[in-house]
């Protein structure tokens, strides 16, 4: 059984700055490559970033490039979004997936899922 579990979200003021983790098991970790996607409420589901197996290739959504990093620790089966200058639009809950990375950062590239951890940026 596949497990993705996410963890870091919380509450920070704008032009703070949060840390995501997500750890998985029950999968190969390196033979995926892991996204981090968003949606807030009311709106769809929007791709974050996503980082190959190798951490050989990154890509962002506009709205976050400059801003998010992520990495992959293979060793850990861990994969980390570092979130800097959060604004309140960054307010969403976030889930860590894994799957294929492309540049499009489409959900339906993805087949395993986290539950989410909800990030609140206060203006």
């Known amino acids: 059984q596949v497990q993705v579990v996410e963890s870091g979200g919380g509450l920070v003021q704008a032009g703070g700055s949060l840390r995501l983790s997500c750890t998985v098991a029950?999968?190969?970790?390196?033979?995926?490559?892991m996204g981090w996607f968003r949606q807030a409420p009311g709106k769809e589901r929007e791709g974050v970033s996503c980082?190959?197996?190798?951490?050989?290739?990154?890509y962002y959504g506009d709205s976050v490039k400059g801003r998010f990093t992520i990495s992959r620790d293979n060793a850990k089966n861990t994969v980390y979004l570092q979130m800097n200058s959060l604004k309140s639009e960054d307010t969403a809950m976030y889930y860590c997936?894994?799957?294929?990375?492309?540049?499009?950062?489409?959900?339906?590239?993805?087949?395993?899922w986290g539950q989410g951890t909800q990030v609140t940026v206060s203006s």
């Open positions: 029950g999968l190969t970790f390196d033979d995926y490559a």
């Open positions: 997936a894994a799957g294929r990375c492309y540049y499009s950062l489409k959900p339906d590239d993805f087949g395993y």
């Open positions: 980082i190959t197996w190798n951490s050989g290739a990154t």
